[in-house]
């Protein structure tokens, strides 16, 4: 079964960018009709969106962040990547990597990784 | 303020029947499929329902979903302790061009 782990800096510095990799195991990133998101949930507050990687190429970004996201897909590594320009203290967050077979499906997740932007 | 509204907070005894909204409006909700999580705290979430009112294998058949216009219901029927945790809706929402969660519930067992 598929399974997903994000890994990176657990602190990054205000104006700086904050770098994320997912790694997917069990199954072959650039196999199948998935898309490969990304999802945050800052400490006791709900979930949010941040954009996605679909397996056709294209992407979405969620149009609060757009500017500052990007996200892209290294199938020979088997891994996707967040990048998120500009942080600030309003970025810290859990982020959550997700593979979805629709525009709001998500399954499975990663277990999460903390990321807080402090000097 | 979440596009997706959801009451805070629910309660309900073991083997009780529990129901949690998610109300949208036809940008979101009334035209696009909604989805349920429920994630324990200091865990990732979990795909609850899909499609409406689909289950992925493994979620035990006490969950079930609803569609009606441009709300949502997720029900729990049998509740058990183990249920406790927060619960989120989500949907694509056509004007945004995003995907919107509900604020989530939390769910208590009493």
């Known amino acids: 079964q598929v399974q997903l782990q994000e890994s990176g800096p657990g602190l990054v510095k205000p104006s700086q960018t904050l770098s994320l990799t997912c790694t997917v195991s069990g199954g072959a990133i650039s196999s199948g009709s998935y898309y490969w998101s990304w999802i945050r949930q800052p400490a006791g507050k709900g979930l949010e969106w941040i954009g996605r990687?679909?397996?056709?190429?294209?992407?979405n970004y969620s149009p609060s962040l757009k500017s500052r996201v990007t996200i892209s897909v290294d199938t020979s590594k088997n891994q996707f990547s967040l990048k998120l320009s500009s942080v600030t203290a309003a970025d810290t967050a859990v982020y959550y990597c997700?593979?979805?077979?629709?525009?709001?499906?998500?399954?499975?997740w990663g277990q999460g990784t903390l990321v807080t932007v402090s000097s | 303020q979440s596009v997706l509204t959801q009451p805070p907070s629910a309660s309900g005894t073991p083997g009780q029947r529990v129901t949690i909204s998610c109300s949208g409006s036809?940008?979101?909700?009334?035209?696009?499929?909604v989805y349920w999580y429920q994630q324990v705290p200091g865990t990732a979430p979990r795909l609850l329902i899909y499609?409406?009112?689909q289950r992925p294998s493994g979620v035990p058949d006490h969950f079930s979903g609803s569609k009606s216009g441009t709300s949502a219901s997720l029900a729990i029927s049998g509740l058990r302790s183990d249920d406790e945790a927060d619960y989120y809706c989500?949907?694509?929402?056509?004007?945004?061009?995003?995907?919107?969660f509900g604020g989530g519930t939390k769910l208590t067992v009493l």
């Open positions: 989500a949907v694509w929402d056509d004007s945004l061009s995003v995907v919107v």
């Open positions: 499609r409406n009112n």
């Open positions: 997700a593979r979805g077979s629709g525009w709001s499906w998500f399954d499975p």
């Open positions: 990687f679909y397996s056709s190429g294209s992407t």
């Open positions: 036809s940008s979101n909700i009334g035209g696009n499929y």
